[in-house]
């Protein structure tokens, strides 16, 4: 046993410290949005922050764009130019997949400066391209209403997934303190 647990250090390091960092955020995360109910800010503060930048963009592209609470669930809904077309719910703001980067990126850190500054700015890009997303999905669900399955469900999480996945092969080819030589030895 003991010779396996040698063998596989750096493969049971690296989820030990994966979900250590993910259970506290997702932790924390969850404590954030059970005290951010019935605050100003419907129906938290990072969906609704969501919902007014994604509203400042879609009027900036030339629609007509609200963001309405909905009165049912706890979420925003999308009305361009007098149509529901989507809602904004908690998931929609990014923080669960921040959540998920920094996690690993922290399973496979390197240098605490470099580190800290790669989660930031991937934060800050997988933020702004989530952004994006949802304004470039609402303004296809006006376009192609009969879509919505496809573009809801597979061409935009491919997206927002896909480029986590190439942030982190770009982490663990560029930054990260595995060394081809331990992946060789081990």
């Avoid at 922290?106 to 989660?119: C, G, H, I, P, W």
């Avoid at 930031?120 to 399955?149: C, D, E, F, W």
């Avoid at 809801?152 to 770009?170: D, K, N, Q």
Wanted: with cysteine.
């Amino acid at each position: 046993m003991k010779a396996l647990l040698v063998k596989y250090k750096l493969v049971i390091k690296f989820i030990a410290t994966f979900l250590l960092v993910y259970i506290t955020l997702s932790v924390a995360y969850k404590f954030y949005l059970q005290f951010s109910d019935g605050s100003k800010f419907y129906p938290d503060f990072m969906t609704h922050l969501v919902g007014i930048q994604s509203k400042t963009l879609l009027d900036a592209f030339g629609y007509n764009a609200q963001m309405v609470p909905h009165p049912n669930e706890p979420s925003l809904k999308v009305i361009i130019n007098g149509n529901y077309v989507a809602r904004v719910i908690e998931g929609c703001n990014s923080v669960s997949v921040i959540i998920l980067f920094v996690s690993f990126i922290m399973a496979f850190a390197a240098q605490t400066k470099t580190t800290f500054f790669y989660m930031l700015s991937g934060s800050v890009l997988i933020y702004t391209v989530n952004l994006l997303r949802i304004v470039l999905l609402s303004m296809l669900l006006y376009h192609y209403p009969k879509q919505k399955a496809i573009l809801h469900s597979v061409v935009f999480p491919a997206i927002i997934y896909g480029m986590v996945f190439l942030l982190w092969i770009f982490w663990v080819n560029r930054f990260s303190k595995i060394k081809k030589t331990d992946a060789q030895t081990n």
